[in-house]
């Protein structure tokens, strides 16, 4: 039987995962979690087949999550799943030591075979990242701007890309407006912009927004 924690900050997206895993024979959730916190403190307690961790947490990036969690259970298999599309997170979740990333809007069924993939201690990739990773193979090795960011300062570019302000940036990250603020300083010092109009032209053009 997987055993399977599913950690998002939604009740309603946890109940709604464990209505479609419930549903499959030889898989099982044994536990939520609502936060990061709350996430290790049930790992180191249980052991899990795999854990299902959406990108977008309150208390810190669910790639900080990641990175978190890879470090104190190197093999534990972790299946992202996020609001955000694939161009915008997957390639950094892999990087990030991630076994596979969702987006919300896939089907049950393509749920449920992610889950079993990672499970089993296989990578799950769908073929849009395929082709985006054998993509990237094939390109210049050289960064591009946005990948001098970090995973925090990446989501900040993205959210203000898609057009929110510093308040509503700082709301919904749970962090304070001067914090948000440095951060779109550094995101501007680092890709050598001036303002919000460049960063979003810049999102646009790139495919992040």
Known sequence: MDKILIVDDHSVVRAGLRQIISEVSGMSVVDE????????????KENYSAVVLDVAMPDKSGLDVLKELKSEFPGLAVLMLSMYPEDQYAIRSLR???????????????LVSAIRTVALGRKY?????????????????????????????????CMM????????V??????????ISTYRSRILEKMQMKNNAELTNYAIKNGLT
């Open 33 to 44: 979690a609502g936060s990061a916190n709350e996430a290790l403190v049930k790992l180191r």
């Open 96 to 110: 990030a030591g991630a076994s596979g990333y969702m987006t919300k809007d896939s089907a049950p069924e393509e």
């Open 125 to 157: 990739i769908s073929h849009h990242l395929a082709e985006k990773l054998a993509f990237n193979l094939d390109a210049d090795t050289s960064k591009e701007p946005h990948e001098l960011l970090s995973d925090r300062e990446y989501q900040v570019l």
């Open 161 to 168: 890309a898609s057009g929110k302000a510093v308040s509503e």
């Open 170 to 179: 700082a709301d919904q990250l749970c962090l304070s407006v001067k914090t």
